[in-house]
């Protein structure tokens, strides 16, 4: 960040702090990327709060504003705000996507109004049937939020039978088959060997074949080969980085750490 852009910024927020302005959307989007900057990196989650909040007040009717904003409170564990913000945003704009896909951020039952939730998420989709991240958003919203298992299975087989080739498509379907199935490991195998065999070049596909090979299938040797693999193609995929290290160093850990 330029120090004086962000001072520039800041300074516009208001005048000798009586009075909050609005911001032009450059404007904006240094708040936003300072915000996150201050949030993530220098743990400072009071002042980002502070900063998004004083923007919201200022241009309420932006809704680049509510999703940076909707983190803080989620990370302050404010889940009842971070939902308004959220739904405030959808107002604005109903087909937000990356709206509609933070409240996958939030814990199982943590969210107050889930018909109003599930209602936008299935208006958008009805609106964007071809929208592979929507369909994802969707599949893990019913999985994670309304135990529709079926559902969310369904989800991800018409999006991927409207595009078989697509292998992040592919990748999200194994992880919903791993999560919804207690036998779910075999078809979500499947799944991603057929990725590798589509798309021999994707390391993620690589890396979520990996995970298989050493946490359900035991074979090592074949886990290696894919997170090398994986490596070989990106090497600074940290996500094969770190489950390899971890299958060497004989970590046990959860299937759900191996996901992100």
């Not at 490596?231 to 995929?237: A, G, Q, T, V, Y």
């Amino acid at each position: 960040f330029s120090t004086g852009e962000i001072e520039a910024t800041c300074r516009c927020m208001s005048d000798g702090g009586s009075r909050i302005l609005k911001m032009n959307p450059s404007q904006l989007e240094t708040i936003c990327n300072y915000a996150i900057y201050l949030r993530d990196e220098k743990d400072d989650l009071e002042g980002a709060t502070f900063l998004l909040e004083k923007a919201v007040r200022a241009n309420p009717d932006c809704h680049r504003i509510y999703h940076p904003l909707a983190q803080c409170y989620l990370k302050a564990k404010d889940f009842k705000t971070a939902e308004e913000a959220l739904l405030h945003a959808l107002q604005l704009v109903p087909s937000d996507t990356q709206m509609l896909g933070a409240f996958l951020s939030f814990p199982q039952g943590s969210i107050q109004d889930l018909e109003q939730a599930s209602e936008r998420i299935n208006q958008a989709s009805l609106e964007r049937p071809a929208d592979d991240e929507l369909s994802a958003v969707r599949a893990w919203f019913y999985l994670s939020h309304l135990n529709d298992k079926e559902e969310a299975e369904l989800t991800m087989e018409k999006a991927i039978g409207r595009d078989p080739t697509n292998v992040h498509l592919a990748v999200e379907f194994g992880q919903i088959l791993l999560e919804s199935r207690q036998d779910g490991a075999e078809a979500a195998e499947a799944v991603f060997r057929n990725a590798v065999f589509r798309h021999p070049d994707d390391p993620y596909a690589h890396c979520c074949l990996a995970n298989i090979c050493w946490m359900f299938r035991r074979d090592k040797t074949q886990a290696a080969v894919h997170y090398n693999k994986a490596l070989e193609l990106d090497p600074s995929f940290q996500l094969a980085r770190k489950n390899y290290d971890e299958m060497i160093n004989g970590t046990e850990v959860h299937v759900s750490s191996l996901l992100n």
